[in-house]
């Protein structure tokens, strides 16, 4: 069986165990996903020797202590890996939910009913938890999910795809809901993203390059977000604490992430009063590279001067770009420009300047006196998360249960027919 | 300027454009819209001027009587462009609604707020009238669009779209918010489609060959349907009479829409009974070609012999495909493999059938005891409708105004960070 052969194989069964998906009542999901926590468990010892596997393989490739970290199974993943599917068995499904329903005067019921969007390809790179927390996710939703992980963790990734059949299976999970690809063929990947009709949506989670590999390559939809390039704008309105506690939350809380800051802007009104408590705050106590303007290093000389390229820049270190802007308008512009429409904020106590911004900033979500760090599904209280959109249709900003699921409409007559 | 550098210009003023129409009040846009409905009937000569230029080409070139009458503007026809206009004027506009808002133990207020989509590209062939209610949907919806409509109608979409710019920009419709593709190159609609990041949606409209192109060459999100192969199935439950007289409606009100049925499911236990009312009215008296499988033909033997092509045609035209099936279950298994996704009907009095169909058939549109020609945004009460679609995400069957749109998440706090 060529590789093209083989992943249409699993396309068509993905696309027949979604039928059986669908057919499940809520209460039957959640047995099954106890089921399958449970089991991840009692697999606990199989998943460790596979993940060992994973691991010797990786340092004797010479594999970076921050990959083999990522890479790594203990027992307290293995706990919270199960405690995930715990706390998305008790989440409130959405299938079946009635968006909304009305009677045309011709007597005609129409009823708008959430659906899964039927089968669901992850393509993702070295952590195994992802291949237990989407498989979650999907199989809440009634969707059927195929897998791709990172070649690393591909013993890892099959002990805990069978963790999860084995336990389902015996509360009814239905054959080949979630597949993982066995192969690390990379053409594996592009097959995947273009079989039309069968993947109804592939959503790529990883680097920069994995993503735009994925969108070059696929015929089906995608939902992704490329990077996080997050500016804070601490405008002539805000207050200075507030903005300075925010900025340092945004930036240093976890700085390796997308939804961190990457640059600030500041207002020319309050920027020789604000840009010297950032530099003393985040430059001196919490060691931050800051990459200034011209404007900003005159006020902070010590500032490394910042480049075009810096305005980009998704840097996911203790690095921020830093720059004086002369209005809330200019610093709409200079995000809209060189964003990523993933998360933005306004320190200000200016209702018009918050107005202004909210409205005209056009990244999937916007902040008034907040970190941008709360982009999350947990956070917006999602329960749970399959990823984040900058994408403008489908879904946008934390996409969890709701944004696995698509609609359809039942219309109901009594012999209804057209004039 | 080459055709790439024409076509990048043409995206960034969309861009440009969207900006200040993201800024419209709801007021200011209905009374642009008024102007714009206003201007095409001052305009009426010009474009009639227009139009006939476009139609003695069309008649030079051989073009089809068909083709021909799809092509002329009458006045009654620009009479309905300006109506069409000024209904669209009268909706309620989405952009704006707060489609949910929830605050969080910590006290951020999360608003899930309907904005515009931003840049859409509308890709279609000989009807001028499609300029202008494209025209109308976007700008209603706060959208820069950029038309591409067929070739033989270049003049005459040249003049619907000056009359639009001309009438609206009195009343302070943006520069380049309706845009029309200049040039007849073909391959400007590549071009067009691959604009990632300033074009967000693509929606083509036409024939399948169209769309395909469409779709294959694109690399922003595209919405569609490629066809109609809208199927009726008949229960052993069913009310006879009323399947007949919605099997009739569905067939031989409009032949030639997508929403016409093309396939006629019926279950044995009543097909003795009912395919000869059937080969009647719709075979004999409306002159319905009848295509039955071999069950169909030793009921009604003048029936020609079905193939397995039959069952994935669109005939557009008065057609049928008959089958016997032997279960609602091997009905919905026809429609799942041979359908298209758009509008699909059992007829049915057994509320166990009505349910099994809408809950399995995987279509955009089910229906229970109607006819299948009732899949329009007029008819579900949206108002308008720019298309329909069989994709599953982001807009499913008719696409009205708020299909048009997207949502932004606006959180606002008192200084909220991150623990």
Redesign the interface.
């Known amino acids: 069986m060529s590789l093209h052969e083989e992943m249409v194989a699993m396309g068509e069964k993905a696309v027949l165990a979604s039928?059986g998906l669908?057919?499940l009542s809520a209460r039957k999901k959640t047995s099954i996903l106890l089921a399958m926590a449970d089991s991840l468990e009692a697999r606990r010892d199989v998943i460790k020797v596979a993940n060992s596997l994973d691991l010797e393989a990786a340092k004797a490739s010479g594999m970076t202590a921050a990959m083999i970290d990522r890479l790594s199974l203990s027992d307290s993943r293995i706990n919270s890996m199960a405690k995930g599917l715990r706390d998305v068995a008790g989440l409130k499904d959405p299938v079946g939910t009635v968006i909304s329903r009305?009677i045309?005067p011709n007597g005609?019921e129409?009823v708008k009913t959430r659906v899964p969007?039927?089968v669901i390809a992850i393509i993702y790179e070295a952590r195994p938890n992802v291949t237990c927390d989407a498989a979650g996710l999907c199989f809440k939703t009634s969707n059927a999910v195929i897998l791709r992980g990172g070649k690393e963790a591909i013993r890892s990734n099959g002990a805990i795809v069978e963790a999860l059949q084995a336990g389902g299976a015996v509360k009814g999970l239905p054959n080949n809901a979630i597949q993982l690809v066995a192969t690390t063929d990379r053409e594996a990947v592009k097959e995947l993203v273009q079989l039309e009709g069968m993947v109804?949506?592939a959503i790529p989670r990883g680097g920069e390059s994995l993503i735009r590999a994925v969108?070059e390559q696929a015929?089906v939809?995608v939902?992704k977000h490329y990077k996080g390039v997050c500016h804070t704008y601490v405008d002539a309105a805000a207050?200075l604490e507030?903005a300075l506690?925010?900025c340092?939350?945004?930036k240093c809380?976890r700085p390796g992430v997308c939804n961190a800051m990457e640059t600030l802007l500041v207002h020319e009104a309050v920027a020789a009063q604000f840009l010297p408590l950032v530099a003393k705050r985040l430059g001196v106590e919490l060691k931050v590279e800051l990459r200034g303007d011209e404007a900003s290093r005159a006020i902070v000389p010590s500032m490394t001067p910042a480049t075009e390229q810096d305005w980009y820049a998704e840097y996911l270190e203790l690095i921020l770009a830093v720059r004086v802007v002369p209005s809330v308008k200019a610093a709409i512009e200079h995000i809209?420009k060189y964003g990523s429409n993933h998360s933005d904020a306004i320190i200000s106590e200016s209702e018009d300047a918050?107005k202004e911004f909210?409205?005209?900033v056009?990244?999937?979500?916007?902040?008034?006196?907040?970190?941008t760090?709360?982009t999350d599904g947990a956070?917006?209280?999602m329960g749970a998360e399959i990823g984040i959109s900058t994408?403008?249709?489908?879904a946008?900003?934390p996409m969890g249960l709701e944004e696995l699921t698509?609609?359809?409409?039942?219309?109901?007559?009594?012999?209804?027919?057209?004039e």
Request: avoid cysteine.
């Open positions: 039928r669908a057919r009305w045309r005609l129409i969007i039927g109804d949506l969108v015929h939809p939902i207050n507030k506690k925010i340092e939350n945004a809380q809209n918050q909210t409205h005209e056009g990244s999937a979500v916007v902040y008034v006196n907040a970190s760090r709360f956070e917006f209280g994408d403008k249709l489908h946008r900003g698509t609609y359809k409409y039942v219309i109901t007559g009594d012999g209804q027919v057209r």
